[in-house]
């Protein structure tokens, strides 16, 4: 089995969890603490695996052949939900979800600043005629 190094351009990446999601052994790991997300790469990655690279929407991961470099951490701020203020968001996934809304016509984008529980709550209210 060949050793990859797991790069990382920390410019690129959102912070958006594809790529923890994917890794089967835990080499990249997504916390989030209080209003902070945390992503932690591996150096490299031993396994026969490359479910990471193609996962990453932004194109910030690259695993190359050779000796691993160094683990990296890319830190970003978590936004509050606008109604209930729990951190949930990343400042760059709002940033492309609303330039992807922005794309495909206009529309009320003011529901990707709630948290999913919030946007659950509210979208059960307007079902329901706006009675709370």
């Not at 050779?66 to 996934?93: K, M, N, Q, R, S």
């Not at 495909?104 to 509210?122: E, N, V």
């Amino acid at each position: 089995m060949e050793t990859r190094a797991l790069q990382v351009n920390v410019d690129k990446c959102i912070g958006c969890r594809a790529c923890s999601a994917v890794c089967p052994v835990g080499l990249i790991i997504l916390t989030d603490q209080t209003a902070q997300r945390t992503v932690r790469f591996a150096a490299a990655c031993l396994e026969d695996c490359t479910l990471c690279e193609p996962a990453c929407p932004e194109g910030a991961i690259a695993l190359t052949p050779g000796a691993p470099g160094a683990e990296t951490t890319v830190g970003f701020d978590l936004l509050p939900c606008a109604a209930c203020h729990t951190p949930f968001l990343t400042a760059p996934i709002l940033s492309k979800l609303r330039a992807g809304l922005a794309a495909i016509g206009p529309a009320d984008p003011s529901w990707l600043t709630l948290c999913p529980a919030c946007r659950q709550t509210k979208q059960g209210q307007e079902m329901a005629g706006g009675r709370p």
